[in-house]
């Protein structure tokens, strides 16, 4: 048996805004406690480990959202409904600063092992959080962990989302065909564009160990933005504030920010502005399927 859909490669190049050649989205995991939470409850016991995650909504957020300030760009947030029912007032610091709010799940769960009826519960669980919170009704979702089901599409559609941004076959958005209801936008991601892997170490949690430099970092990103420039692509970079928002990484943000910034018909918007503009396009959804395993 052959899976013959979504085989179709894309075509180079997209259809950006007049006057734009490529676009980034400077995007930020709330993620606190609630990642460590989710990967194993019993760090709650674990004070330091607690607090190595508030530094995030405690210190990391405001420095942060000096950062986009001093820059003059919105960042969208994608935050956990644990989070946000933990630090309301970081939460509604965000909303206020104008920056784009987007769901990450309640604690931070992994959908790809969940039936779609517990997949949909977690999805509910974070709208009602991020509404009693601060009001907000997101038009976006992130996978938590980068680990979508293969219901999370439709079931996002389902409830009015706009865009997923949790993929990683393209450099640039796509309609994601979501069961029998109009697409989803994809705003595609990738490891290599996210500063949990060179920066993290928690004992017995995650990392190696090896935190890298953000000399090294930005340099990486920033070959990576430029590279994604000269495609005519979405760069899409995710931070979390209790990891760049420590003094060097947040200083090393900002330079690639106003790099970015200096950067002829570069388009810099929230994720869901490009959304916006990806829905305007008659692009063929893409229809994937979970792949089928061949008999013994
Ligand atoms: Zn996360």
Redesign the pocket.
């Known amino acids: 048996m052959t899976n013959s859909v979504g085989t179709d490669g894309f075509e180079p190049g997209f259809a950006w805004p007049a006057g734009i050649r490529a676009a980034a989205c400077f995007t930020f995991?709330v993620?606190a406690e609630?990642?460590i939470l989710a990967t194993d409850p019993a760090s709650a016991g674990r004070r330091s480990v607690i607090s190595h995650q508030a530094y995030g909504p405690r210190t990391g957020v405001p420095r942060l959202l000096r950062v986009l300030d001093r820059t003059g760009i919105k960042g969208t947030f994608?935050v956990?409904g644990y989070t946000a029912a933990r630090w309301p007032g970081v939460i509604r610091s965000i909303r206020d600063a104008g920056h784009e709010i987007a769901h990450?799940?309640y604690l931070?769960e992994s959908v790809a092992g969940l039936s779609p009826e517990a997949e949909e519960q977690v999805l509910l669980r974070g709208l009602a959080a991020l509404d009693a919170v601060v009001g907000v009704r997101p038009s976006g979702w992130?996978a938590?962990?980068?680990e979508a089901s293969w219901s999370s599409a439709g079931l996002l559609k389902r409830h009015g989302f706009r865009y997923d941004s949790s993929l990683m076959d393209a450099d640039c958005p796509y309609l994601l065909e979501a069961g029998d209801l109009a697409a989803l936008v994809e705003l595609p991601i990738h490891w290599s564009l996210d500063d949990w892997e060179p920066y993290v170490y928690l004992p017995d949690l995650s990392g190696s160990g090896v935190i890298a430099s953000p000399v090294e970092v930005i340099d990486r990103w920033a070959v990576e933005l430029d590279q994604m420039v000269v495609e005519g692509g979405l760069f899409v970079l995710t931070n979390?504030p209790f990891v760049s928002g420590r003094p060097s990484r947040a200083a090393g943000l900002e330079a690639l920010i106003r790099r970015a910034t200096a950067i002829d018909g570069l388009w810099i918007a929230t994720c869901d502005e490009v959304a916006r503009w990806v829905e305007t396009l008659p692009l063929k959804p893409i229809a994937d399927e979970r792949p089928i395993l061949p008999p013994d």
């Open positions: 995991d993620d609630s990642a994608f956990p990450h799940g931070h992130r938590p962990m980068w979390h």
